[in-house]
């Protein structure tokens, strides 16, 4: 008989709720100290001596600034290479040792071996994030804590090592700071880069197990803007025997595991000149994610139900689609700002009555909402043989999901002064 | 309006079986030559004039054979690192060049950028299998041919690009006929070494795509043997809140993101004393993997049913479970040889009909069968508060279980000369 440091019926109990719980960052909501490696799926359960990530132990090697010019972003996003800055963020961890230092270098090459977990098991989860240079000339992020804690929880849900998101968020501050002068010139107000942290499992070691090594890295690059595309945006609902996330399963957290498979599906749809899936689940065929984005719907209700303007979102609660920080930020605006235009609903909602609004003339407009897409407007649907067409101004957008963008919009770059805009002090 | 290359209701059919019809090896289940890149997810479809996976073209770097000694078994598994031979195959691929020439190398780190594909959104999926040293001193694989057309599958699901399997099948042979006489000596009759062949997405750009650059690599290496734990593996059911794979999704393949986000619930179980999750399905409860092994139980019939013993395993058809190779032998073998004994059933059965035989008497035995843990058998199954407890003759197995585990090994060993053992020819 094997030791049992538990009790087996925790076991049905929910082990990311456990996990989560000893991580106070993640269960009270703010950012606490954690130790490092409390939330490590490893069995390391309570207090440990071992160091956490700390930001303050930062090493930084610069690169030579003058080695590579700064290209113009047409150029940085024409090719098959993703142009990132000067430096990375890697900080090493291991099982036995906890955090190492984090090291700010110049940005290179990783070196794993063939048998390291990431490249077998998808031990593996990210972010993205963006830093925008404002117009009144200060570079500012949005709202990185809500990356880092998302970071943590999906870390946690691959079984890879925990931390404290505050540390994380210091870190990507303090690449930016570097990197942020030259690779975002005040000269060049309206852009940004695309900022990617990363954890994921080192250990050069084949068989079915959470990594007793892993890495985290940041990286600040180039990405094309993707809010804009000619005409909307155009997508594809998935085919019936290819969905995407599902109860019970990981759709909710950033991991690598959530993305390659759906790649099929998305390049068939763009085979047809569509940009991306609209995922259904399950026979009733709910709304949950469009690509890798949030998808929001604004309409009016049937006269019998009020003849009322709603936008609407999938919820969160059944776990299976991304707590999305534009997602977030879009129902928070609407609630605060359109209160007296519409109403902000987050419900479970079929394709079905997405095309029967659009039947019965009350669809008004559609948007994915993520970091990479922006708000991106949704000019049409397809799902088998019906096509949902959706109302487009000018063109370009509808009236809300165009409000709703300028004033994310404006938050990002500086028009407008407010919290979820975090300000990088940057090295001069 | 963009193009569209084919009629848009193609996209509700099956994108996998399309795929398939697109590989001759897989269509009709014979190794016929196949273009290398004819069924890849970037859209190049119908023939191609670029260079398939061609085994032909190897080009041998040696390494120093005296550099490294070859350790004993217990020593090669005691660490937290695979220890792998001397040497490793790598092919690169990409979109615009097809398949470069194979290379056989000294083994060691890979480089990859940070903003390579597999290390954010898991394009990865390999195989497992394994070189045995028989007792009449050849070197044999089981069924490598299964193992490579299971990898063209796994590939072409996960958006990397396809190729002949019999190639990939000639470049396992080459490694192990280059390894095989250092690496497993002929004074080690009945040891293994573990083989890993893998394709991973290597493109260094960011965003959720397909990725344009890959790498397919080889490696060779110790693995520990787990076909005998102590008083047998002990089974957990998984938590109702976290399952491993769904209709619709990606069970049926061996790509990276099965297995990342099965490790949570897997190490819960450990810490409990359990060696192995066995994965439901559905409300139902369906048996479907223990671990990453297929699982098998033998039970008799109730008497109004006939009374007759069977050996049952979870059906293929559904999707949700690997094809093992393992599996695929168990089967075919009790078909041939216990038909008299036993009848061989594929289907759906639930935790509920296991622990109704078990209450009432009738379950005989129970064993995992995939590569790793080859046939283990299963001593328990804890699900919610029961306790299956399984028969285990002088506490190691049960008797079907034994003897189709020295069917295989015979055949594995040389002790039975058959068409599934293929020959390596050494090179000494």
Known sequence: MLPQKRPAEDLTSTAMEQKIAEQPALANGVNGHTNGVNGHANGTNGAS???GLDASKLIITRADPTARAVPDEATACSGNETICTDHMITVPWKASSGWSAPELKPYGPLSLMPTASVLHYATECFEGLKAYRGHDGRLRLFRPDLNAKRMLMSTLRI??????PAELEKLIL???AVDGPKWLPRTRPGSYLYLRP?????QPQLGVQAPKEALLFITASFMPRMDSPPGGLRLHTNPEDMIRAWVGGFGYAKVGANYGPSLLATNEARERGFGQILWLYGPEGYCTEAGASNFFVVWRTREEEGGKLQLVTAPLDDKLILDGVTRRSVVELARERLAGDLE???RKYTIDEVIAADKEGR???????????FICPVSQIRH???DVHIPMVKGESGQYTAKIKSWISDIMYGNEQHPWGVVVEEQQ
């Open 344 to 346: 902000m609903v987050e």
């Open 159 to 164: 079984s890879l090592p925990g931390f404290d």
């Open 49 to 51: 001596t071992l160091p």
């Open 384 to 386: 088998r043989d019906y």
């Open 174 to 176: 303090a690449l930016m």
């Open 198 to 202: 990363a954890v994921i499992g080192t």
């Open 363 to 373: 669809l008004v407009e559609a948007f994915a909402a993520g970091t990479a897409f």
